[in-house]
């Protein structure tokens, strides 16, 4: 990762526009399982004024950068959708939660090949910048799959576990899924699992980019 101002910048830059992907990814894998609702609230698009959360979007990004905070999270507005409108209603919720981290890792991979290639061409900036975007989308990928409310992993979790397991994570989710709990998270995270995660994120890195 780089430390210099421009590389912080770029960074932040790329962690903005990465979990915008991530949650477009979201809204087209509803719309595809039949539920229009992120269609029709204009949140398929790569504008990113529409999906940008002062706080999550900016404010933490920046803070846990410019800190180096040990860790990459931020996050977008969440994209609309409505389950019950969904075809698929066994595996829709699960589809459409893992499609932000599926993105994410594709991206990674994406990325870290890029950064090989150019590495290989000689082209050492170019190839830095590209593997700053493959480690933040990989950092992404991996943390939204853990099973705490709201992030993603937990979603799919619900999504494929029997409808009685389901609906009592759906209560759990309820009571521990919004701003105050997820702050709370964030906080016992960084404080007790930062470094062993950011050493596992690190390990699957080092293996991409080679």
């Given at each position: 990762m ?5 590389g ?5 830059a790329?962690?903005?526009?990465s ?7 979201h809204g087209y ?9 992120a ?8 504008n ?6 002062p706080?999550?979007?900016i404010?933490?990004?920046?803070l846990?950068?410019l800190s ?7 996050w ?11 075809k ?14 599926a ?10 090949l890029?950064?090989?290639f150019?590495?290989a061409?000689?082209e ?7 593997a ?7 950092f ?7 099973p705490?409310?709201?992030?993603d992993?937990?979603?799919v ?9 389901s609906?009592s ?8 899924g919004?701003f105050?709990?997820?702050?709370g ?13 950011h ?12």
């Amino acid at each position: 990762m780089q430390t210099s101002l421009e590389g912080m910048l770029f960074t932040i830059a790329v962690l903005i526009l990465s979990v915008i992907v991530h949650e477009i990814a979201h809204g087209y894998a509803a719309n595809a399982l039949g539920d229009p609702t992120a269609k029709l609230a204009g949140r398929l698009t790569l504008n990113p004024v529409p999906h940008i959360d002062p706080v999550g979007s900016i404010l933490i990004p920046g803070l846990m950068v410019l800190s180096n905070a040990g860790m990459l999270f931020g996050w977008a507005k969440p994209v609309p959708y409505n389950p019950y409108n969904l075809k698929n209603q066994r595996w829709g919720e699960a589809i459409v939660g893992i499609a932000g981290v599926a993105t994410n890792f594709a991206l990674a991979l994406i990325f870290a090949l890029i950064a090989r290639f150019s590495l290989a061409s000689g082209e050492e900036v170019f190839a830095s910048l590209a593997a700053i975007v493959s480690y933040v989308n990989l950092f992404l990928a991996l943390f939204n799959l853990i099973p705490f409310p709201p992030l993603d992993g937990f979603t799919v979790l619900r999504g494929i576990l029997p409808y009685r397991m389901s609906v009592s994570l759906r209560s759990v989710e309820q009571n521990l899924g919004g701003f105050v709990g997820l702050i709370g998270f964030l906080l016992i995270f960084s404080f007790v699992f930062a470094e062993p995660f950011h050493a596992f994120v690190r390990y699957i890195f080092g293996f991409l980019i080679g």
